[in-house]
Every structure is written in C-alpha cells, then in structure tokens.
C-alpha cells in the first residue's frame, strides 16, 4: 500500500510548477538566462547543459534569489518576478546552491533546524522534520557532529537534508551529486524518485547517466535557451553511433548540441 | 467525535475477542483516545491477564527509562544556536568599535583644544557592525538565506537591533566619561540616523557598500575639516537635535518603503 501524501490529494489550481516565459536573468552584466520558455511539472527533472549554458543562473532565478531581468516566471501558480510577495512560494521550496556555504561549527542537525525555522515552519514540527531529513540522506550517525568535521560528500548530503526539510513542492537541487561515491549516488537516485512522485524536482548536473537514471525529463539548455526537452528514452534516439558518448543518451546529448551549434554558425 | 461504544463491544474489545471486525475495532480506539469516561469503563471490564500484563510493560518501561540517558538540562547558555552564531559573528567588530571609540577618548583626553572626537565619530559606530551583519563575506550561508521566507527586512532589522544594543552603551560609556562629555542626544540621534541610512541606500547598492560609503562621506566632510578647523561642525551643536530627530524617523519610514528589495539579493 502507496501513502498518499496531502499534495497529491490537495486540489491544484495550477497546471506548472514552474512556468516561465521568456524569461531573462542576469548574471552580473551578461544575460546568462535569454529568452527561456519553460514549463515543468511534478517529477523529476534533470537540467543538462554544457559549462556557462545559464544552469546555475537559471536555477537561482527559480530559487527566488536572483531577480528575472524580463519575461515572465510564476511558481506554483504564483508569480514571482518584479514585486510580488516570495513569501507563499519559498515556504515550499527546497533549494541546495552550487556552492553550498554553511556555518562550520553548527551540528548537522543544528543548521538543519535552522533552515527550517527560517522556512517559517511550524515550531513545533521542526525537531521531527529535521531528524526525518536527516534520516532521508542517510546521515543519521553524524547527525550531532560539527558541520567542519564532515567530508565534501556527507556535506553536499547535509545541503540536500537542508533542502528537503520543508517536504518542499517545488526542489532546486544545483549539482547534488559533486563529492559523493557511487554508493551514494545510487542513494541520492532513489530519494529523487521518491521526491519526484509528489513534487517538482529539477536537478542540475554534469552526469547525462544520472539523468538517465533518476528522472523522468530532460532540460537541456544552451546559452540561455531551451535547446530540447524529453523523456531520457527520447534523448537516447537524437544521437547515432557517429556522435562522440559511450552510452545512448550522451551520443544524444552531443549530437544535440552539435545540431544546435551547426545550426547557430550557419 | 464518535457515538459511545456499547458496554458489551468494550468489554469484547477488552477480551480481544476475535469475532470484533477490524473497523469496529478501529472506531472504539478512535474514541477511547479522546473519552475519558470510555477509558475507565474499559479499565473496569479488563481481565486479570492484561492487567498482569500492562503492570509487567510499565514496570519494563520504568527501568529501560532508569537506565537511558537522563534528559539534558537547560542550561543558561543554551541560547538558540541562531544567536549564538551571530553573537560569536559579531563580537570583533564590536570590539574593534569600542578600540577605536577608546582610541578617540584618549586623544580628546589629551587634546583639548580638538572638538570631542568620539561626538565626531559616534555616528559612524554602528556601521561597520550592520555591514558585517548583512554581508556575503561574513554569512557564508548567505545564498540558503537569501531563497527562505524569513529574509527581509525584518530580518534585517533583528540583526542590526543586535548590533546597536551591542554598540550603544559602549558609546555611551565613552561619550559620559571624560572632560568635555557629549551631549546624549547628540551622540544616539546621528548614531541611529546613519542606520537608517544605510539601510536605505543599502536597499539600492548592498549594505555592505552603502555603510562603507556613508563612513567614507562623513569622514571627509565632516570628520576631516572640524579636526583641520579645531571647530565643532554645525552639525553636532545642541541646535541640531531636532533635524537629526526628525532625519531619522524620515529615513526609517523611506526604508519600510524599500522593505521588498531586501528579500532579494542585490541588498548582501
């Protein structure tokens, strides 16, 4: 027997959980995010894109932490861009930053709490939900040990508990898997699924074989655009035993971006 | 809350009669959570055999509870670890305030003739505090706070309340010892009109600049020539008590104006 969990039984009155239209972000003074049309809903989905493509920039954007410089970005049915209150919208999400900075001599579970108080939790649900978080990306031993003591996988595993404390609708997850074992990422694949039954997952990596693994979609974007977006399966059958990769879906994901390029400088 | 369950299924529920379906069973423990009358009656209709049983449970619960760690005691300096953080964050910028009000005190001491230098510098005490308050250098995890409901201005607002109530009675012993004392009004109104400021200008350039700015404005413009003239400005007679006043709720009221910029940010 499936637990049905209340976001499922809640009645949705909007169709995305991330919707953007045109959306334009800056990083800095260059437009790292120009023009992106994107729409995602519950599952998870694994955002490709090769170095400087606008990932981290895009990412942000949806984390309400850089401002949209133009077009249109609602999550979870409220908007998002130029004033509107964040407040509705960061109470569900979940969001670990690339570089992930961290308090060193707070306790796991301590800057846990933290976070969660700072998602304006229940008080009283925060000590259950910490340690559930905790438990979820398997760091229940170190779970009262200082932040500075932790190795870089049990930290990036610290960064998603953080994340995922809040049982956000909508998780931001920019590079989860940088610093962990095989082991782990085997994990981190299975929590995904688990999340991505629920809510809007969107994770950022290098790895095509962990999108190919854990998700149920594929973003791939290239200097701020969308340039494709599918199942894995579908990113498998783009490419052909003439494009550089050694599994199906990475000759997909070069010859895609080959295609793409062609098509620019023509 | 659910119908009373008859005395005769209380009593089967109690045997733990097998013929009791499932959703019986389920509705009258529903109910006896939250009917104290249902639980006594319960209590009467048990056997002896779970009676034994129940006092074997608590009796095994006594001990294993004796044995376990006993629970922490709360302690005085068991602060939430928040303020603890941001207490430890921000002790040398106090500290490296008061050295340098203490600095000033000496040299006023020993230089009579210069106008009171802690009343020169009294306005800029707390800035450095509320840069290091609101400062991507000084909150590594400034990118996690930056995407929480909590970040604003009201967050703001806490940490830099933080900051003056560590600063103020430093200024103040400073400002009282001494020959020439400072006028109170004179040394708190500008102190807390250039928070306000800096809160203002840092809603459009990042706090951290905006205190650094408004140090270096004041420094050369005012701090500078007073020091070259051996004249108190204009500024920091009696007189101006009542314009600093009135700055200062003004700036406070075009900063909860600006409220939304610090949700984002451009304000670290």
């Not at chain 1, 995904?192 to 809007?200: I, K, P």
């Amino acid at each position: 027997m499936r637990t049905v969990s209340t976001a499922e039984t809640a009645a949705t009155i909007h169709p995305w959980a991330i919707h953007a239209q045109a959306l334009r972000v800056r990083a800095g003074r260059h437009l790292a995010v120009d023009g992106l049309d994107l729409s995602l809903g519950t599952g998870v989905h694994g955002l490709l894109g090769p170095n400087g493509a606008g990932k981290t920039t895009l990412i942000r954007a949806l984390a309400t932490v850089a401002k949209p410089a133009g077009g249109k970005l609602t999550l979870l049915g409220t908007p998002v861009d130029g004033r509107a209150d964040l407040r509705p919208a960061r109470r569900a999400l979940g969001y670990l930053p690339q570089h992930f900075g961290f308090y060193p001599r707070f306790t796991v579970r301590e800057f846990v709490a933290y976070m969660a108080w700072l998602k304006e939790m229940p008080k009283a649900d925060v000590p259950a939900a910490t340690q559930r978080a905790i438990d979820r990306v398997g760091l229940a031993a170190k779970a009262d040990a200082r932040l500075k003591t932790l190795s870089g996988g049990m930290l990036r595993r610290a960064g998603i508990a953080q994340a995922i404390v809040n049982d956000p609708q909508l998780l931001l997850l920019d590079e989860p898997t940088v610093g962990l074992d095989p082991e782990q990422r085997l994990d981190l694949r299975e929590l995904l699924r688990d999340l991505g039954t629920d809510a809007c997952v969107l994770v950022s990596t290098h790895l095509v074989e962990d999108v190919v693994a854990a998700c149920t979609d594929v973003v791939l974007v290239n200097e701020g655009r969308l340039l494709w977006q599918g199942a894995p399966e579908a990113l498998g059958a783009q490419g052909d035993a003439g494009h550089p990769g050694d599994s199906p879906a990475e000759r997909g994901y070069s010859a895609l971006l080959r295609r793409h390029r062609a098509e620019a400088t023509r | 809350m659910t119908t009373h369950p008859t005395l005769g299924e209380i009593d089967r529920y109690a045997a733990g009669e097998p013929g009791l379906d499932e959703a019986t069973v389920w509705s009258i423990e529903v109910h006896l959570e939250g009917c104290a009358d249902c639980r006594a009656r319960l209590a009467g209709g048990t056997t002896a055999a779970s009676r034994t049983l129940i006092t074997e449970v608590a009796a095994a619960l006594d001990r294993e509870i004796a044995a376990g760690p006993t629970p922490r005691a709360r302690a005085f300096f068991r602060t939430p670890v928040r303020q603890r953080w941001f207490v430890a964050v921000l002790l040398p910028w106090v500290v490296m305030a008061a050295a340098v009000l203490g600095t000033a005190a000496l040299l006023t001491h020993s230089l009579p003739h210069l106008p009171s230098i802690v009343l020169l510098l009294a306005p800029l005490a707390p800035l450095p505090g509320v840069a290091a308050a609101w400062s991507r250098r000084t909150d590594p995890a400034w990118e996690l706070i930056a995407g929480t409901p909590s970040a604003g201005l009201t967050m703001l607002l806490r940490r830099t309340a933080v900051v003056l109530v560590l600063v103020i009675p430093v200024l103040a012993a400073f400002g009282a010892v001494g020959a020439n004392r400072a006028n109170p009004a004179l040394m708190l109104l500008p102190c807390l009109a250039f928070t306000a400021a800096t809160l203002l200008l840092g809603s459009f350039v990042g706090v951290a600049r905006a205190a650094i700015g408004l140090m270096v404005a004041w420094a050369a413009a005012v701090v500078a020539p007073s020091l070259a003239t051996a004249e108190l400005p204009v500024l920091l007679t009696p007189a101006a008590a009542g314009p600093w006043a009135l700055g200062t709720v003004a700036l406070a009221a075009l900063t909860l104006l600006r409220a939304g910029t610090f949700r984002r940010l451009t304000s670290f």
